[in-house]
């Protein structure tokens, strides 16, 4: 089975300010790892993944994201946060050797403040 | 629209009623599954089909609820004797099939209240 932490459930910051939204994960077989992010009265969206290869993984706007075997993290970092990525973002994992389901951390809320 | 869509977007209720909600996957996905997403959590695995075969549930799904697919392409969950422990946000997502990975596209939900 595999569980999923985000210890911090709201993570003020103000606009222009890095950011780091923190994940750790649990599992007894090797995973691959996402974030999503849940805009106000939207559907979950991928925001990034680590399937193989290279530890940091990009998205298309500024956030990065870094496998950490040893520690079993996979934090999310933006230099410079905008108001416009305010919102919900959630963790999640999925075994790499079969079984779809994705199991989710409990999300971190995300208020880019002027 | 090409994504995948859900309907009704809300549902409320009343302790005991029967309710039924369905999601339409993207056209060319075989996988289709459903998640619940209750107040500060994170979504929680239902179930999930490949074509019409419905191959994987949790233990969370008792048995109140049913899910089918039965031609492959939509599915419908139904949740009878409704419970106050119900009202939720349910998560329709798809993908296509196979041995490697493909993202789950998700849907909007359906937010169910039980009154």
């Known amino acids: 089975a595999q569980s999923v932490t985000q210890l911090d459930s709201q993570v003020p910051v103000f606009e222009e300010a890095p950011v780091e939204l923190r994940c750790n994960y649990s599992s007894s077989v090797s995973v691959y790892l996402f974030w999503y992010v849940q805009y106000p009265n939207q559907g979950l969206q991928l925001l990034l993944k680590y399937l193989s290869g290279s530890t940091l993984v990009e998205s298309i706007n500024g956030f990065e994201a870094e496998f950490n075997k040893s520690q079993t993290s996979f934090h999310l970092r933006k230099p410079s946060v905008h108001i416009s990525d305010t919102a919900e973002y959630f963790c999640a994992v999925r075994p790499t050797g079969g079984g779809n389901k994705l199991t989710f951390g409990t999300g971190t809320q995300l208020k880019v403040e002027l | 629209d090409t994504g995948v869509s859900q309907d009704p977007r809300h549902k409320i209720t009343k302790r005991g009623q029967n309710v039924t909600f369905r999601c339409d996957p993207i056209?060319?996905?075989?996988?289709l599954y459903w998640y619940r997403q209750t107040l500060g959590q994170g979504p929680e695995f239902l179930t999930y089909?490949?074509?019409?075969?419905?191959?994987?549930k949790s233990r969370l799904l008792s048995d109140r609820f049913s899910a089918e697919r039965p031609k492959g392409s939509f599915s419908t969950l139904e949740i009878q004797r409704t419970e106050q422990g119900d009202s939720a946000m349910y998560l329709c997502a798809s993908s296509l099939g196979g041995e490697t990975y493909n993202e789950q596209f998700f849907g909007p939900g359906t937010r169910l209240t039980v009154l």
């Open positions: 089909f490949q074509n019409e075969a419905q191959l994987e």
């Open positions: 056209s060319e996905h075989n996988r």
